[in-house]
Protein backbone atom coordinates (compact mmCIF):
# COMPACT_ATOMS: atom_id res chain seq x y z
CA UNK A 1 0.00 0.00 0.00
CA UNK A 2 1.64 3.42 -0.82
CA UNK A 3 1.60 5.87 1.88
CA UNK A 4 -1.33 8.68 2.18
CA UNK A 5 -1.51 11.89 3.68
CA UNK A 6 -4.73 13.70 4.53
CA UNK A 7 -6.34 16.47 6.83
CA UNK A 8 -9.09 18.17 7.63
CA UNK A 9 -10.06 21.36 8.97
CA UNK A 10 -13.52 22.21 10.71
CA UNK A 11 -13.49 25.77 12.33
CA UNK A 12 -15.89 24.23 15.13
CA UNK A 13 -13.91 24.22 18.43
CA UNK A 14 -14.39 20.84 20.78
CA UNK A 15 -16.66 22.20 24.16
CA UNK A 16 -14.18 21.38 26.62
CA UNK A 17 -12.54 24.06 27.46
CA UNK A 18 -10.45 25.27 30.43
CA UNK A 19 -10.53 28.96 31.66
CA UNK A 20 -7.81 30.94 31.58
CA UNK A 21 -7.93 31.07 35.36
CA UNK A 22 -7.71 27.39 36.27
CA UNK A 23 -4.95 26.98 33.49
CA UNK A 24 -3.13 30.12 35.50
CA UNK A 25 -3.80 28.18 38.57
CA UNK A 26 -2.58 24.62 37.54
CA UNK A 27 1.32 25.75 38.35
CA UNK A 28 -0.33 26.06 41.77
CA UNK A 29 -1.56 22.60 41.62
CA UNK A 30 2.23 21.29 40.73
CA UNK A 31 0.59 20.09 37.73
CA UNK A 32 2.65 22.26 34.77
CA UNK A 33 5.72 21.41 35.41
CA UNK A 34 8.42 21.79 32.08
CA UNK A 35 10.98 20.79 33.68
CA UNK A 36 12.91 17.64 35.12
CA UNK A 37 11.69 16.93 38.53
CA UNK A 38 14.51 15.58 39.40
CA UNK A 39 17.58 17.31 40.91
CA UNK A 40 20.32 17.65 38.30
CA UNK A 41 18.22 15.55 36.18
CA UNK A 42 19.04 13.79 32.91
CA UNK A 43 16.76 11.80 30.22
CA UNK A 44 18.30 9.17 27.68
CA UNK A 45 16.22 8.38 24.52
CA UNK A 46 16.56 4.77 25.04
CA UNK A 47 16.39 3.89 20.81
CA UNK A 48 17.72 4.94 17.62
CA UNK A 49 16.21 4.95 14.23
CA UNK A 50 17.92 1.82 13.35
CA UNK A 51 16.94 -0.23 16.56
CA UNK A 52 16.60 -4.33 15.86
CA UNK A 53 13.40 -4.79 14.90
CA UNK A 54 13.84 -8.18 17.13
CA UNK A 55 11.09 -7.25 19.97
CA UNK A 56 13.80 -7.33 22.93
CA UNK A 57 13.70 -3.36 23.42
CA UNK A 58 11.26 -3.65 26.42
CA UNK A 59 12.98 -6.47 27.93
CA UNK A 60 16.45 -4.57 27.94
CA UNK A 61 15.35 -1.78 29.14
CA UNK A 62 13.72 -3.64 32.28
CA UNK A 63 17.80 -4.98 32.28
CA UNK A 64 19.41 -2.27 32.42
CA UNK A 65 16.89 0.27 34.43
CA UNK A 66 19.19 -0.43 37.69
CA UNK A 67 22.35 0.48 35.76
CA UNK A 68 20.61 3.59 34.10
CA UNK A 69 19.58 5.10 37.58
CA UNK A 70 22.66 4.33 38.99
CA UNK A 71 24.79 6.10 36.47
CA UNK A 72 22.58 9.17 36.93
CA UNK A 73 19.81 9.31 34.74
CA UNK A 74 16.48 9.91 36.06
CA UNK A 75 14.48 9.34 32.89
CA UNK A 76 14.30 7.24 30.09
CA UNK A 77 12.18 8.78 26.70
CA UNK A 78 10.86 5.00 24.85
CA UNK A 79 9.70 5.03 21.13
CA UNK A 80 6.21 5.13 20.28
CA UNK A 81 4.93 2.11 21.91
CA UNK A 82 1.88 1.24 19.21
CA UNK A 83 1.55 -0.46 16.37
CA UNK A 84 2.60 1.35 13.12
CA UNK A 85 1.25 0.90 9.27
CA UNK A 86 4.59 -1.52 9.19
CA UNK A 87 3.59 -3.87 11.64
CA UNK A 88 6.79 -5.26 13.89
CA UNK A 89 8.96 -3.32 11.55
CA UNK A 90 7.91 -0.02 12.22
CA UNK A 91 9.98 2.61 14.56
CA UNK A 92 6.21 3.74 15.58
CA UNK A 93 6.05 7.06 13.64
CA UNK A 94 4.07 5.41 10.94
CA UNK A 95 1.33 5.30 13.28
CA UNK A 96 -1.78 2.53 12.68
CA UNK A 97 -3.58 1.91 16.07
CA UNK A 98 -2.72 3.68 19.27
CA UNK A 99 -4.58 1.05 21.37
CA UNK A 100 -2.66 -1.32 20.19
CA UNK A 101 0.05 -1.45 21.98
CA UNK A 102 1.30 -4.98 20.84
CA UNK A 103 -1.24 -6.79 21.87
CA UNK A 104 -3.55 -7.72 18.67
CA UNK A 105 -2.71 -9.40 15.63
CA UNK A 106 -2.85 -6.23 13.27
CA UNK A 107 -0.44 -4.78 10.33
CA UNK A 108 0.62 -8.26 10.11
CA UNK A 109 2.14 -9.11 13.77
CA UNK A 110 1.05 -9.50 17.67
CA UNK A 111 4.49 -7.51 18.93
CA UNK A 112 5.31 -4.33 17.60
CA UNK A 113 9.25 -3.61 16.50
CA UNK A 114 9.85 -3.61 20.64
CA UNK A 115 7.93 -6.09 22.35
CA UNK A 116 4.55 -7.12 23.69
CA UNK A 117 2.39 -4.64 25.82
CA UNK A 118 3.18 -6.95 28.66
CA UNK A 119 6.64 -6.48 27.76
CA UNK A 120 6.01 -2.83 27.71
CA UNK A 121 4.10 -2.25 31.18
CA UNK A 122 6.78 -4.42 32.75
CA UNK A 123 9.66 -2.35 31.50
CA UNK A 124 7.64 0.40 33.09
CA UNK A 125 7.05 -0.81 36.43
CA UNK A 126 11.04 -2.16 36.85
CA UNK A 127 12.27 1.62 35.43
CA UNK A 128 9.85 3.22 38.52
CA UNK A 129 11.02 0.67 41.22
CA UNK A 130 14.51 1.90 40.22
CA UNK A 131 13.44 5.45 40.59
CA UNK A 132 12.92 6.52 36.59
CA UNK A 133 10.68 8.44 34.83
CA UNK A 134 9.46 7.14 32.00
CA UNK A 135 8.05 9.44 29.17
CA UNK A 136 5.64 8.15 26.61
CA UNK A 137 6.38 9.15 22.66
CA UNK A 138 2.91 10.58 21.51
CA UNK A 139 2.77 10.69 17.57
CA UNK A 140 -0.61 12.57 16.69
CA UNK A 141 -0.36 13.96 14.03
CA UNK A 142 -1.05 11.56 11.20
CA UNK A 143 -2.38 7.72 10.75
CA UNK A 144 -0.89 5.25 8.21
CA UNK A 145 -1.70 1.82 7.07
CA UNK A 146 -5.69 2.60 6.18
CA UNK A 147 -7.86 -0.57 6.42
CA UNK A 148 -9.90 0.89 2.99
CA UNK A 149 -10.30 3.78 0.84
CA UNK A 150 -13.00 6.17 0.94
CA UNK A 151 -13.78 8.53 -1.74
CA UNK A 152 -13.04 12.05 -0.91
CA UNK A 153 -13.09 15.14 -2.94
CA UNK A 154 -10.04 17.27 -2.92
CA UNK A 155 -7.73 19.91 -5.27
CA UNK A 156 -4.20 19.56 -5.45
CA UNK A 157 -1.77 21.80 -3.44
CA UNK A 158 1.68 22.87 -4.52
CA UNK A 159 4.38 21.75 -2.28
CA UNK A 160 6.79 24.15 -1.72
CA UNK A 161 2.92 26.38 -0.98
CA UNK A 162 0.58 24.81 0.58
CA UNK A 163 -2.02 27.58 0.25
CA UNK A 164 -1.80 27.47 -3.22
CA UNK A 165 -4.20 25.01 -5.37
CA UNK A 166 -4.18 24.01 -8.59
CA UNK A 167 -6.20 22.56 -11.43
CA UNK A 168 -9.73 21.55 -11.05
CA UNK A 169 -11.38 19.75 -7.73
CA UNK A 170 -10.61 15.72 -8.52
CA UNK A 171 -12.76 12.61 -6.88
CA UNK A 172 -10.12 10.50 -5.37
CA UNK A 173 -10.01 7.14 -3.38
CA UNK A 174 -8.05 7.76 -0.01
CA UNK A 175 -6.96 5.83 2.13
CA UNK A 176 -8.71 7.12 5.53
CA UNK A 177 -10.42 3.91 6.57
CA UNK A 178 -9.23 2.80 10.11
CA UNK A 179 -11.57 -0.21 11.45
CA UNK A 180 -9.22 -1.99 13.67
CA UNK A 181 -11.41 -5.02 12.75
CA UNK A 182 -8.51 -7.51 14.77
CA UNK A 183 -9.47 -5.34 18.21
CA UNK A 184 -13.12 -5.70 17.80
CA UNK A 185 -13.89 -2.52 19.49
CA UNK A 186 -11.59 -3.60 22.96
CA UNK A 187 -10.43 0.12 24.76
CA UNK A 188 -12.25 1.48 22.28
CA UNK A 189 -15.12 1.83 18.89
CA UNK A 190 -13.25 4.93 17.38
CA UNK A 191 -13.55 4.59 14.18
CA UNK A 192 -11.18 7.07 11.44
CA UNK A 193 -12.96 8.48 8.71
CA UNK A 194 -12.03 10.95 5.83
CA UNK A 195 -13.79 13.83 7.91
CA UNK A 196 -11.38 12.97 10.60
CA UNK A 197 -8.19 14.69 8.42
CA UNK A 198 -7.13 16.98 6.18
CA UNK A 199 -5.55 15.43 3.37
CA UNK A 200 -3.91 13.03 1.82
CA UNK A 201 -0.64 12.48 -0.33
CA UNK A 202 -1.64 9.42 -2.54
CA UNK A 203 -4.84 8.93 -4.85
CA UNK A 204 -5.37 5.68 -4.87
CA UNK A 205 -8.01 5.52 -8.26
CA UNK A 206 -5.33 8.36 -9.90
CA UNK A 207 -2.20 5.85 -8.89
CA UNK A 208 -0.56 9.56 -8.58
CA UNK A 209 1.53 11.04 -5.98
CA UNK A 210 0.58 14.82 -4.77
CA UNK A 211 -0.69 16.39 -1.98
CA UNK A 212 -4.20 17.06 -1.67
CA UNK A 213 -6.35 19.05 0.19
CA UNK A 214 -9.72 17.83 1.33
CA UNK A 215 -12.89 19.89 0.19
CA UNK A 216 -15.92 19.68 2.54
CA UNK A 217 -17.60 21.76 5.05
CA UNK A 218 -15.16 23.60 7.49
CA UNK A 219 -11.73 21.67 5.44
CA UNK A 220 -9.03 23.48 5.04
CA UNK A 221 -5.29 23.47 6.55
CA UNK A 222 -5.19 23.83 10.47
CA UNK A 223 -4.02 27.24 11.73
CA UNK A 224 -1.60 28.65 13.32
CA UNK A 225 0.95 25.95 12.59
CA UNK A 226 4.43 26.17 11.24
CA UNK A 227 4.83 28.71 7.80
CA UNK A 228 7.41 26.39 6.38
CA UNK A 229 5.82 25.70 2.98
CA UNK A 230 4.05 28.59 3.59
CA UNK A 231 1.54 26.23 6.06
CA UNK A 232 3.35 23.28 7.15
CA UNK A 233 0.32 21.32 8.76
CA UNK A 234 0.42 18.94 6.25
CA UNK A 235 3.56 16.48 6.82
CA UNK A 236 2.65 12.63 5.68
CA UNK A 237 0.03 10.09 5.52
CA UNK A 238 -3.53 10.61 6.37
CA UNK A 239 -2.92 14.09 8.25
CA UNK A 240 -5.13 14.76 11.51
CA UNK A 241 -8.06 17.73 11.51
CA UNK A 242 -7.20 18.90 15.27
CA UNK A 243 -9.92 21.29 14.44
CA UNK A 244 -12.68 18.35 14.51
CA UNK A 245 -14.42 18.35 17.92
CA UNK A 246 -14.81 14.34 17.79
CA UNK A 247 -11.00 14.24 16.62
CA UNK A 248 -10.22 16.40 20.11
CA UNK A 249 -12.52 14.07 22.49
CA UNK A 250 -11.18 11.32 20.68
CA UNK A 251 -7.49 11.59 21.41
CA UNK A 252 -8.71 12.95 25.16
CA UNK A 253 -10.05 9.62 25.46
CA UNK A 254 -6.89 7.98 24.05
CA UNK A 255 -4.53 9.91 26.46
CA UNK A 256 -6.89 8.80 29.94
CA UNK A 257 -6.84 5.00 28.27
CA UNK A 258 -2.93 5.31 27.92
CA UNK A 259 -2.19 7.10 31.20
CA UNK A 260 -4.41 4.53 33.39
CA UNK A 261 -2.21 1.73 31.49
CA UNK A 262 0.74 2.60 31.32
CA UNK A 263 1.53 4.87 34.38
CA UNK A 264 4.26 7.12 32.37
CA UNK A 265 5.33 10.38 34.09
CA UNK A 266 5.51 12.52 30.93
CA UNK A 267 5.51 12.61 27.58
CA UNK A 268 7.51 13.60 24.03
CA UNK A 269 5.42 14.94 21.27
CA UNK A 270 6.46 14.22 17.59
CA UNK A 271 6.26 16.67 14.93
CA UNK A 272 4.19 19.73 16.92
CA UNK A 273 5.32 21.86 14.30
CA UNK A 274 2.60 20.29 11.96
CA UNK A 275 -0.19 20.74 14.79
CA UNK A 276 -2.52 23.29 14.93
CA UNK A 277 -0.37 25.29 18.14
CA UNK A 278 -3.91 25.70 20.34
CA UNK A 279 -4.62 22.08 20.12
CA UNK A 280 -1.62 20.86 22.57
CA UNK A 281 -2.61 23.55 24.73
CA UNK A 282 -6.21 22.34 25.48
CA UNK A 283 -5.12 18.50 25.82
CA UNK A 284 -2.10 19.44 28.37
CA UNK A 285 -4.78 21.16 30.54
CA UNK A 286 -6.79 18.42 30.31
CA UNK A 287 -4.39 15.10 31.37
CA UNK A 288 -2.70 17.38 34.11
CA UNK A 289 -6.08 18.15 35.73
CA UNK A 290 -7.81 14.76 35.26
CA UNK A 291 -4.57 12.50 36.01
CA UNK A 292 -3.45 14.58 38.88
CA UNK A 293 0.03 14.44 37.54
CA UNK A 294 2.70 16.92 36.58
CA UNK A 295 3.37 14.88 33.24
CA UNK A 296 6.91 16.33 32.11
CA UNK A 297 6.13 17.16 28.20
CA UNK A 298 9.15 18.01 25.74
CA UNK A 299 7.79 18.68 21.76
CA UNK A 300 9.44 18.18 18.62
CA UNK A 301 9.60 21.27 16.85
CA UNK A 302 12.72 21.05 14.72
CA UNK A 303 13.84 24.28 13.21
CA UNK A 304 17.01 25.70 13.39
CA UNK A 305 14.77 29.00 13.12
CA UNK A 306 15.16 30.26 17.12
CA UNK A 307 12.18 32.54 16.60
CA UNK A 308 9.87 30.22 15.74
CA UNK A 309 10.99 27.99 18.79
CA UNK A 310 10.39 31.01 21.08
CA UNK A 311 7.01 31.63 19.56
CA UNK A 312 5.61 27.94 19.89
CA UNK A 313 6.97 28.65 23.31
CA UNK A 314 4.86 31.51 24.00
CA UNK A 315 1.99 30.30 22.39
CA UNK A 316 1.35 27.55 24.69
CA UNK A 317 2.76 29.21 27.63
CA UNK A 318 5.06 27.01 29.16
CA UNK A 319 2.77 23.75 28.95
CA UNK A 320 5.86 22.06 27.29
CA UNK A 321 9.86 21.97 26.57
CA UNK A 322 11.05 22.27 23.28
CA UNK A 323 14.46 20.18 22.21
CA UNK A 324 17.34 22.56 21.35
CA UNK A 325 17.45 22.04 17.18
CA UNK A 326 20.02 24.97 16.90
CA UNK A 327 22.26 23.76 19.43
CA UNK A 328 22.28 20.37 18.29
CA UNK A 329 23.02 22.10 14.56
CA UNK A 330 25.92 24.52 16.56
CA UNK A 331 27.71 21.16 17.71
CA UNK A 332 27.76 19.28 14.36
CA UNK A 333 28.95 22.37 12.75
CA UNK A 334 31.30 22.47 14.86
CA UNK A 335 32.71 19.08 15.01
CA UNK A 336 32.78 19.56 10.89
CA UNK A 337 35.04 22.88 11.06
CA UNK A 338 38.29 20.74 11.17
CA UNK A 339 39.11 23.21 14.65
CA UNK A 340 38.03 26.44 12.73
CA UNK A 341 34.68 27.10 14.83
CA UNK A 342 34.44 30.19 16.74
CA UNK A 343 33.74 28.73 20.13
CA UNK A 344 32.56 31.96 21.79
CA UNK A 345 29.68 31.20 19.99
CA UNK A 346 28.97 27.66 20.53
CA UNK A 347 25.67 27.88 22.34
CA UNK A 348 24.60 31.30 20.36
CA UNK A 349 20.72 31.53 18.93
CA UNK A 350 20.07 28.77 20.77
CA UNK A 351 17.07 27.80 23.54
CA UNK A 352 19.83 26.29 26.33
CA UNK A 353 20.81 30.25 26.64
CA UNK A 354 17.64 32.34 25.47
CA UNK A 355 15.10 30.46 27.40
CA UNK A 356 16.78 27.94 29.44
CA UNK A 357 14.07 26.69 31.80
CA UNK A 358 12.38 25.23 28.53
CA UNK A 359 15.26 23.88 26.84
CA UNK A 360 15.45 20.02 26.44
CA UNK A 361 19.23 20.16 25.34
CA UNK A 362 20.75 16.95 22.62
CA UNK A 363 23.96 16.50 21.05
CA UNK A 364 22.34 13.44 18.31
CA UNK A 365 19.11 11.97 17.95
CA UNK A 366 17.40 9.84 15.70
CA UNK A 367 16.52 11.94 12.85
CA UNK A 368 20.07 13.57 12.73
CA UNK A 369 22.10 10.05 12.90
CA UNK A 370 23.38 9.33 9.73
CA UNK A 371 20.74 7.74 6.61
CA UNK A 372 17.84 10.02 7.99
CA UNK A 373 16.42 12.76 6.15
CA UNK A 374 17.51 15.66 8.60
CA UNK A 375 20.86 13.39 9.18
CA UNK A 376 23.56 16.09 10.40
CA UNK A 377 25.75 13.81 12.88
CA UNK A 378 28.08 15.45 15.09
CA UNK A 379 31.34 13.74 14.33
CA UNK A 380 32.93 11.37 17.24
CA UNK A 381 35.87 13.49 18.22
CA UNK A 382 33.43 16.49 19.15
CA UNK A 383 30.86 14.51 21.05
CA UNK A 384 32.56 13.96 24.47
CA UNK A 385 32.58 18.13 24.68
CA UNK A 386 29.54 18.73 23.37
CA UNK A 387 27.95 16.11 25.89
CA UNK A 388 30.43 17.87 28.87
CA UNK A 389 28.63 21.39 27.39
CA UNK A 390 24.77 20.03 28.22
CA UNK A 391 25.54 17.90 31.15
CA UNK A 392 28.00 19.79 32.86
CA UNK A 393 26.29 23.57 32.91
CA UNK A 394 23.28 25.12 34.81
CA UNK A 395 21.02 25.67 31.86
CA UNK A 396 18.55 23.27 30.13
CA UNK A 397 17.36 19.19 30.92
CA UNK A 398 19.76 17.41 28.99
CA UNK A 399 19.16 14.52 26.71
CA UNK A 400 21.64 11.31 26.08
CA UNK A 401 20.72 9.57 22.72
CA UNK A 402 21.14 5.69 23.35
CA UNK A 403 23.52 5.06 20.26
CA UNK A 404 26.12 7.48 21.75
CA UNK A 405 26.02 6.01 24.98
CA UNK A 406 25.64 2.17 23.75
CA UNK A 407 26.58 2.49 20.31
CA UNK A 408 25.02 1.33 16.95
CA UNK A 409 26.13 -0.96 13.83
CA UNK A 410 23.74 -0.44 11.06
CA UNK A 411 23.56 -0.84 7.04
CA UNK A 412 21.03 1.61 5.98
CA UNK A 413 20.08 2.50 1.97
CA UNK A 414 18.28 5.49 3.48
CA UNK A 415 18.05 8.69 1.87
CA UNK A 416 20.39 7.97 -0.54
CA UNK A 417 22.96 6.22 1.84
CA UNK A 418 23.47 2.94 -0.59
CA UNK A 419 23.57 0.26 1.23
CA UNK A 420 25.95 1.81 3.69
CA UNK A 421 27.32 0.46 6.77
CA UNK A 422 27.62 3.08 9.53
CA UNK A 423 29.34 2.43 12.93
CA UNK A 424 28.53 4.84 15.90
CA UNK A 425 31.29 4.45 18.54
CA UNK A 426 29.94 4.24 22.33
CA UNK A 427 30.84 6.89 24.45
CA UNK A 428 29.88 5.25 27.27
CA UNK A 429 32.34 5.55 29.40
CA UNK A 430 33.26 9.36 29.09
CA UNK A 431 29.23 10.23 29.49
CA UNK A 432 29.38 8.10 32.27
CA UNK A 433 32.41 9.87 33.76
CA UNK A 434 30.18 12.95 33.25
CA UNK A 435 27.15 12.09 34.11
CA UNK A 436 28.79 11.41 37.98
CA UNK A 437 30.40 14.97 37.94
CA UNK A 438 26.93 16.46 37.14
CA UNK A 439 25.03 14.25 39.89
CA UNK A 440 28.08 15.60 42.78
CA UNK A 441 29.54 18.48 41.59
CA UNK A 442 27.10 20.75 39.05
CA UNK A 443 25.63 22.89 41.41
CA UNK A 444 25.96 26.85 42.83
CA UNK A 445 26.93 29.83 41.01
CA UNK A 446 28.06 29.06 37.15
CA UNK A 447 31.20 31.64 35.98
CA UNK A 448 31.45 31.58 31.90
CA UNK A 449 34.25 32.18 30.48
CA UNK A 450 33.39 31.91 26.72
CA UNK A 451 35.99 34.07 25.53
CA UNK A 452 37.81 32.53 23.22
CA UNK A 453 37.88 31.21 19.48
CA UNK A 454 39.18 27.80 20.39
CA UNK A 455 39.53 27.05 24.36
CA UNK A 456 36.29 27.41 26.28
CA UNK A 457 35.32 26.79 29.87
CA UNK A 458 33.12 27.93 33.06
CA UNK A 459 33.22 26.68 36.79
CA UNK A 460 30.50 25.77 39.04
CA UNK A 461 31.30 27.05 42.87
CA UNK A 462 29.09 24.51 44.32
CA UNK A 463 26.40 24.54 47.09
CA UNK A 464 26.13 23.70 51.35
CA UNK A 465 24.88 20.25 49.86
CA UNK A 466 27.79 20.22 46.96
CA UNK A 467 30.78 22.22 48.23
CA UNK A 468 33.52 21.21 45.96
CA UNK A 469 34.07 23.22 43.31
CA UNK A 470 34.62 22.12 39.11
CA UNK A 471 36.69 23.63 36.32
CA UNK A 472 35.33 22.56 32.90
CA UNK A 473 37.52 23.31 29.86
CA UNK A 474 37.69 22.27 26.13
CA UNK A 475 39.07 23.60 22.87
CA UNK A 476 38.38 22.44 19.39
CA UNK A 477 41.67 23.67 18.24
CA UNK A 478 45.16 23.58 19.76
CA UNK A 479 45.22 23.04 23.49
CA UNK A 480 46.49 25.67 25.80
CA UNK A 481 45.04 27.01 29.51
CA UNK A 482 42.54 29.17 31.07
CA UNK A 483 41.95 31.42 34.21
CA UNK A 484 39.33 30.66 35.82
CA UNK A 485 37.97 31.95 39.07
CA UNK A 486 36.83 28.81 41.21
CA UNK A 487 36.25 30.49 44.34
CA UNK A 488 38.39 28.38 46.63
CA UNK A 489 42.23 29.64 47.94
CA UNK A 490 44.80 27.51 47.61
CA UNK A 491 42.74 24.14 46.77
CA UNK A 492 44.02 21.28 44.69
CA UNK A 493 41.99 19.81 41.42
CA UNK A 494 42.46 16.70 39.13
CA UNK A 495 41.18 15.97 35.76
CA UNK A 496 38.44 13.31 36.17
CA UNK A 497 38.60 12.90 32.44
CA UNK A 498 41.95 11.04 32.71
CA UNK A 499 43.09 13.88 30.02
CA UNK A 500 45.64 15.50 32.17
CA UNK A 501 47.52 14.40 34.90
CA UNK A 502 47.93 17.49 36.27
CA UNK A 503 47.55 18.63 39.89
CA UNK A 504 46.33 22.13 39.57
CA UNK A 505 46.92 24.28 42.80
CA UNK A 506 44.59 27.79 42.97
CA UNK A 507 46.26 31.15 44.30
CA UNK A 508 45.14 33.43 47.38
CA UNK A 509 42.62 34.59 44.80
CA UNK A 510 40.60 31.62 44.25
CA UNK A 511 41.53 31.55 40.88
CA UNK A 512 43.66 28.69 38.77
CA UNK A 513 45.12 28.27 35.42
CA UNK A 514 43.30 25.17 34.16
CA UNK A 515 44.95 22.98 31.17
CA UNK A 516 43.62 21.34 28.10
CA UNK A 517 44.79 19.59 25.07
CA UNK A 518 44.58 20.28 22.08
CA UNK A 519 40.75 19.04 20.39
CA UNK A 520 39.48 17.70 23.88
CA UNK A 521 37.76 18.75 27.47
CA UNK A 522 38.95 18.12 30.78
CA UNK A 523 36.68 18.34 34.20
CA UNK A 524 39.16 19.93 36.82
CA UNK A 525 37.36 18.65 40.46
CA UNK A 526 38.27 19.84 43.72
CA UNK A 527 40.08 17.80 46.39
CA UNK A 528 40.23 17.32 49.51
CA UNK A 529 42.33 19.66 51.41
CA UNK A 530 44.29 16.73 53.82
CA UNK A 531 47.18 15.20 52.52
CA UNK A 532 50.09 15.65 49.66
CA UNK A 533 50.72 14.24 46.64
CA UNK A 534 53.99 12.55 45.20
CA UNK A 535 55.35 11.58 42.47
CA UNK A 536 55.66 7.63 41.52
CA UNK A 537 56.94 5.74 38.56
CA UNK A 538 54.67 2.89 37.29
CA UNK A 539 56.79 0.13 35.24
CA UNK A 540 55.04 -2.65 33.50
CA UNK A 541 57.89 -5.05 32.13
CA UNK A 542 57.68 -7.25 29.19
CA UNK A 543 55.42 -5.96 27.28
CA UNK A 544 55.95 -6.86 24.18
CA UNK A 545 52.99 -5.42 21.79
CA UNK A 546 51.69 -5.82 18.30
CA UNK A 547 52.24 -2.30 16.15
CA UNK A 548 48.38 -1.33 17.36
CA UNK A 549 48.75 -2.32 21.00
CA UNK A 550 50.20 0.59 23.85
CA UNK A 551 50.70 -0.22 27.38
CA UNK A 552 48.04 1.31 30.68
CA UNK A 553 47.83 1.35 34.06
CA UNK A 554 44.54 1.12 35.41
CA UNK A 555 43.63 1.29 38.73
CA UNK A 556 41.23 1.77 42.26
CA UNK A 557 42.37 5.69 42.34
CA UNK A 558 40.84 8.54 40.28
CA UNK A 559 44.39 8.88 39.09
CA UNK A 560 44.68 5.99 37.53
CA UNK A 561 40.92 6.28 36.09
CA UNK A 562 39.72 4.40 39.12
CA UNK A 563 38.85 0.75 36.86
CA UNK A 564 37.83 2.79 33.78
CA UNK A 565 40.00 1.41 31.27
CA UNK A 566 38.82 4.48 29.03
CA UNK A 567 40.66 6.54 31.90
CA UNK A 568 43.54 4.76 32.56
CA UNK A 569 47.10 6.13 32.26
CA UNK A 570 49.15 5.34 28.42
CA UNK A 571 52.51 4.58 29.59
CA UNK A 572 55.88 5.39 27.17
CA UNK A 573 57.89 2.38 25.64
CA UNK A 574 60.89 4.67 25.77
CA UNK A 575 62.91 1.17 27.79
CA UNK A 576 60.37 -1.54 25.21
CA UNK A 577 59.63 -3.89 26.30
CA UNK A 578 59.48 -2.24 29.16
CA UNK A 579 56.57 0.99 30.25
CA UNK A 580 56.63 3.43 32.27
CA UNK A 581 55.64 6.61 33.13
CA UNK A 582 55.54 9.02 36.39
CA UNK A 583 51.74 9.51 38.03
CA UNK A 584 51.03 11.80 40.68
CA UNK A 585 49.14 9.90 43.90
CA UNK A 586 47.81 11.19 47.01
CA UNK A 587 50.83 10.43 49.76
CA UNK A 588 50.14 7.91 51.53
CA UNK A 589 47.73 6.00 49.83
CA UNK A 590 46.92 2.35 49.12
CA UNK A 591 46.13 1.45 46.14
CA UNK A 592 45.39 -1.82 43.62
CA UNK A 593 46.62 -1.56 40.08
CA UNK A 594 47.24 -3.68 36.71
CA UNK A 595 48.96 -3.34 33.39
CA UNK A 596 46.67 -2.95 30.40
CA UNK A 597 47.42 -3.14 26.84
CA UNK A 598 44.86 -1.74 24.74
CA UNK A 599 44.55 -1.62 20.27
CA UNK A 600 40.97 -0.33 18.88
CA UNK A 601 40.28 -4.24 18.80
CA UNK A 602 41.07 -5.57 21.60
CA UNK A 603 41.80 -5.06 25.52
CA UNK A 604 44.49 -7.48 27.04
CA UNK A 605 44.48 -7.38 31.24
CA UNK A 606 47.54 -8.39 33.53
CA UNK A 607 47.14 -12.31 34.67
CA UNK A 608 47.23 -12.83 38.05
CA UNK A 609 45.41 -11.02 40.85
CA UNK A 610 45.69 -7.11 41.61
CA UNK A 611 49.44 -5.79 42.15
CA UNK A 612 49.15 -3.74 45.22
CA UNK A 613 51.07 -0.55 46.28
CA UNK A 614 51.36 2.50 49.17
CA UNK A 615 52.56 5.77 48.00
CA UNK A 616 55.63 6.92 50.30
CA UNK A 617 54.26 9.59 52.47
CA UNK A 618 56.91 12.31 50.78
CA UNK A 619 59.51 12.50 48.53
CA UNK A 620 59.12 9.87 45.00
CA UNK A 621 58.00 6.28 44.73
CA UNK A 622 58.16 3.44 41.95
CA UNK A 623 55.81 0.25 41.66
CA UNK A 624 56.06 -2.62 38.72
CA UNK A 625 54.70 -4.81 37.31
CA UNK A 626 55.14 -8.32 34.74
CA UNK A 627 52.72 -9.22 32.09
Request: with cysteine.
Amino acid sequence: MATSNTKIIIKKRANFRLTFALVAGLSALGLSSSASSAENGVMMQYFHWYTPADGKLWTQVQQQSSALAAAGFSALWLPPAYKGASGALDVGYGVYDMYDLGEFNQQGAVRTKYGTKTQYISAINTAHTQGLQVYGDLVFNHRGGADATESVTAVRVARDNRDREFGNDVQIDAWTQFNFSARQNQHSNFKWRWYHFDGVDWAQNLKENSIFKFRGNGKGWDWEVDTENVNYDYLMFADVDFSHPEVVQELKDWGDWYLTQTQVDGFRLDAVKHIRYEFFNEWLDYMRVTSGKPLFTVGEFWSYDTSKLHNYLNKTAGRMSLFDAPLHLNFHQASTANGNYDMRRIWDNSLMKEQPNLAVTLVENHDTQACQALASPVNDWFKPLAYAFILLRSQGYPNVFYADYYGANYTSSDNGCKNSVINMVSHKAKIDALLKARKDYAYGVQLDYLDHWDIIGWTRLGDTSHPKAMAVIMSDGAGGSKWMNVGRKSKTFIDITGNRSDIILSNLDGWAEFPVNNGSYSVWIEQDSQGSTVDVTFNCNNGITTPEQEVYVVGNDVSLGNWNTELAKKLSPNTYPSWNAVIKLAASTAIEWKCIKKSPAMLVWQSGTNNIYTSPSSGTGATSANF
